[in-house]
């Protein structure tokens, strides 16, 4: 069961380059998000994607540019890497759900960011 | 401005007592609240969520409370095990199904 993958998985940029992390989900989900995850900050949204075909800013959306590439895949780019954007990326999906979980998200395993 | 809180960044439990995990949030709208356990270089995975419209869900160890008024849920791990330590987010669902998550409480057990 893959669930949710995305890469890289280790990744160092210089300030200003770019790139591009990828994640692709294998559950049929409709729903897919970046967060990223820094020390005493917990998980912040990036962007989301509610549905194929459309995106919408999150918490932190500043720096970042996402691609619902289809329904499978959503990916996040950085044009210009800057320090501040040293961190641990995940990916995730959903199905909303209105029974008794409520809306459970998958995460990928993280991708760790770092900009010298 | 931080909508769900864990203003205990961490905590430490000896084996078979009791784990509680606190969180606070402000928005009187969240229907959901969920939390997740996160093992070091690994994703969060879901553990035990509760309806905004019930006060209790348990769960096996695992049991959380909700105290709508206060704006306060809990998580009680009993007994706390090893295995158990990890780090654990709370999290809110807003309207349109985003999920907002707290800062994280790492949790240790000693055995």
């Known amino acids: 069961n893959a669930g949710v993958t995305q890469t890289p998985k280790f990744q160092v940029l210089k300030t200003g380059q770019s790139m591009t992390l990828q994640c692709a989900q294998d559950m049929n989900h409709n729903s897919m998000y970046w967060y990223r995850q820094d020390p005493g900050m917990g998980l912040r949204l990036i962007y989301y994607s509610a549905s194929e075909g459309t995106t919408d800013k999150g918490e932190v959306p500043n720096g970042y540019n996402v691609s619902r590439l289809n329904k499978r895949e959503f990916s996040l780019r950085l044009e210009s890497a800057a320090p501040s954007q040293t961190s641990v990326y995940f990916c995730a999906s959903s199905e909303i759900n209105r029974g008794s979980s409520g809306n459970t998200i998958y995460f990928g395993e993280g991708s760790w960011l770092t900009v010298v | 401005d931080q909508q769900v809180k864990q203003n205990s960044p961490s905590l430490s439990v000896q084996e078979g007592r009791i784990s509680i995990l606190n969180c606070d949030y402000t928005n009187s709208m969240f229907d959901y609240f969920l939390w997740y356990k996160k093992y070091p270089a690994e994703g969060p995975t879901f553990l035990i969520s509760i309806s905004s419209i019930k006060d209790k869900n348990e769960d096996g160890r695992f049991t959380v409370f909700l105290n709508k008024s206060a704006k306060h849920l809990s998580l009680h791990i009993v007994p706390s095990q090893p295995g158990d330590s990890a780090v654990y987010f709370c999290?809110?669902?807003?309207?349109?199904?985003?999920?907002?998550f707290g800062q994280g409480t790492e949790l240790s057990v000693k055995p």
């Open positions: 999290a809110a669902r807003s309207q349109g199904g985003k999920l907002i």
